[in-house]
């Protein structure tokens, strides 16, 4: 079963910052968080992925809460090719250094004018 | 770079009959790839894990006798469909670890719609 949970739909105005949140209470110490997103019928996008420390690259910010139960994908400025379908997913591992990505419902984000 | 091309995009066939989906890794060697399926308005399922030269470990209620999935080289791994029904028609999408690249992770290809008729 997927380890996260996120709200089901949110929607943000163009040109805003899009707050996306995720609980992930019973992450273990080793961890990741990974955050994609799919647009309709095509397949899921990387974003950002961290273990505790706040990360950030060209898409997007990642800020982990110091327990590490909760986190939130920040995109600075939400344009309306963001809509899409966001992915909040704990990697569980599978052997010590691999693991897989379970998928919890996501969020749909709509981007609106 | 941490390309996966899947292939076909779509396939429509016949109850009964089998059908073969590929997965390439393009511009890296990917030990591990994962086979998911996608229902309408649905999350993505992981249905197994395939791991280069050994057999895939399927997640509990994934028929493997159903799913055949091989991976016979570190840049190739198949999903067959067997006696395919109209409910497998469905998205299945394949994604590979990317080793030694943090930034990617895992790549995700494009998906193939299969169509059950």
């Known amino acids: 079963d997927a380890k996260t949970t996120q709200p089901t739909s949110m929607d943000c105005a163009e040109g805003r910052a899009a707050n996306l949140p995720c609980n992930h209470s019973t992450i273990s110490g080793n961890e990741y968080v990974y955050w994609y997103r799919q647009i309709h019928s095509q397949g899921p996008q990387y974003i950002i992925h961290?273990?505790?420390n706040n990360e950030t690259n060209e898409m997007a910010s990642l800020i982990i809460t110091e327990d590490r139960k909760s986190s939130t994908l920040i995109l600075p400025h939400a344009t309306l090719r963001d809509t899409a379908v966001y992915y909040c997913i704990v990697r569980v591992l599978i052997s010590s250094n691999t693991g897989k990505l379970i998928f919890g419902q996501g969020t749909t984000l709509q981007v609106k004018p | 770079g941490a390309v996966v091309s899947q292939h076909p995009s779509w396939v429509i066939c016949k109850s009964g009959t089998s059908v073969k989906i590929e997965c390439r890794s393009l511009?890296?060697?990917?030990?591990?790839m994962f086979w998911y399926r996608q229902f309408p308005k649905q999350s993505l399922m992981l249905m197994a894990t395939s791991n280069e030269g050994s057999k895939a470990t399927y997640e509990q209620g994934v028929e493997k006798d159903k799913f055949l999935i091989n991976h016979a080289s570190l840049t190739l791994s198949t999903l067959t469909v067997t006696s395919a029904h109209p409910e497998d028609s469905s998205f299945y999408i394949c994604s590979a670890r990317v080793t030694g690249a943090p930034a990617y992770g895992y790549t995700f290809g494009s998906g193939t719609r299969l169509t059950v008729v």
């Open positions: 961290g273990l505790k």
């Open positions: 511009d890296f060697q990917a030990t591990t």
